[in-house]
Nanobody, 122 residues
């Protein structure tokens, strides 16, 4: 079992930046893909960003590409989502995800964190 815990959510204004963190624990770690999803009010959960364990491969949803950056710190089993130029439509609960297969991060990841709220006001 892998446990994921997000932190860094909060309330900001349009144009501000925020960094989310997610630390993994549990069974032996390494070689997993990690990523982020979000659920906006009135919408289904959607993929936001993903990365391979090495960080060499990253991928993004069109809606955040160029504004959000995903990174990973292997030594700390932690991934980050740097969110710049936030917009009110970025308001959502953000979830950390992980899966042994990087190819599944943007489709149907196995492990999910409880989520952290990000609120962006105009």
């Amino acid at each position: 079992q892998i446990y994921l815990a997000e932190s860094g959510g909060g309330s900001v204004q349009s144009g501000d930046s925020l960094r989310l963190s997610c630390t993994a624990s549990g069974r032996t770690w390494g070689g997993y893909g990690m990523g982020w999803y979000r659920q906006r009010p009135g919408h289904e959960r959607e993929f936001v960003a993903g990365t391979s364990w090495s960080g060499a491969s990253t991928f993004y949803a069109d809606s955040v590409r160029g504004r959000f950056t995903i990174t990973i710190e292997n030594s700390a089993n932690t991934e980050y989502l740097q969110m710049n130029d936030l917009k009110p439509e970025d308001t959502a609960v953000y979830y950390c995800v992980a899966d042994p297969a990087v190819s599944l991060i943007a489709k149907n990841p196995e492990y999910w964190g409880p989520g952290t709220q990000v609120t962006v006001s105009a």
